[in-house]
């Protein structure tokens, strides 16, 4: 053999067992990994996967808690009721003040207003029994006092305060004070006949009732 043919059998050698080694480590490879497959295997086997335990009590927490909730939702709506009922005696108690308030001032002027009507009663009878020369000056005072009465009504009006309907209307105790009774031949019992002092109301309340005189029982007026 040549020395060239040697070289390329112990290459050839060489690689042979390069192969042989590299499969001789694959194979202990594999056999490693096996062994740590059916160790791991084993472990499993030795594990007891045990049941969740049940939660001791929770039917009772959860009627702890819906207890909790009554009562929490019991407070809120009284909260929420006494909150209303205080607000609604705050506005009431500002209402009474008002009327308080509105109450006093009209017992400053309203003694004026009747001065007026009562003035306008006394012209238009004395206008009545005038001359046509002193008709013509009293109309002129009439309306006069007229003009003032009414910008008094208009003012009261802008602040939601109105008379109180007597003359002509059945009598109500609830806005009417009876000074006296008496029999009409024009009326028929219990109507407003005549109105001393002008009633006022704001809304429904009553501010100062009128001062009337009703038609008695003896009255004949509209009977047929």
């Known amino acids: 053999m040549t020395p060239d043919k040697d070289h390329a059998g112990q290459g050839a050698g060489d690689i042979s067992d390069e192969i ?4 001789a480590e694959a194979e ?37 808690l819906e207890a909790q909730v009554a009562a929490t939702k019991d407070k809120w709506l009284r909260a929420v009721a006494d909150h209303d009922n ?7 108690d500002i ?27 006394i012209a238009s009878t004395a206008m009545a029994g005038a001359s046509d020369e002193n008709e013509g000056n009293i109309s002129q005072v009439v309306k006069g006092i007229q003009m003032v009465r009414d910008e008094f009504i208009k003012a009261l009006e802008k602040q939601g305060i109105e008379p109180v309907q007597a003359i002509g209307q059945p009598f109500d105790p609830a806005v009417h004070d009876a ?8 009326h028929p019992p219990g109507v407003v006949i005549r109105e001393f002092e002008k009633g006022y109301k704001m809304g429904e309340r009553l501010l100062r009732p009128a001062r009337v005189i009703v038609a008695g029982a003896g009255s004949s007026g509209g009977e047929s």
């Open 20 to 23: 042989s080694k590299t499969m």
């Open 28 to 64: 202990a490879a594999v056999d490693a990994m096996a062994g740590d497959e059916v160790e791991m295997e084993g472990e499993a086997e030795a594990i007891e996967i045990e049941d969740p335990e049940p939660v001791v009590g929770s039917d009772e927490r959860v009627a702890e």
């Open 86 to 92: 205080y607000r609604k005696r705050v506005k009431r």
């Open 95 to 121: 209402d009474d003040a008002v009327m308080r308030k509105t109450q006093s001032l009209l017992s400053g002027f309203l003694p004026s207003v009747d001065n007026l009507e009562r003035a306008l009663e």
């Open 179 to 186: 000074l006296q009774q008496i029999d009409s031949p024009d």
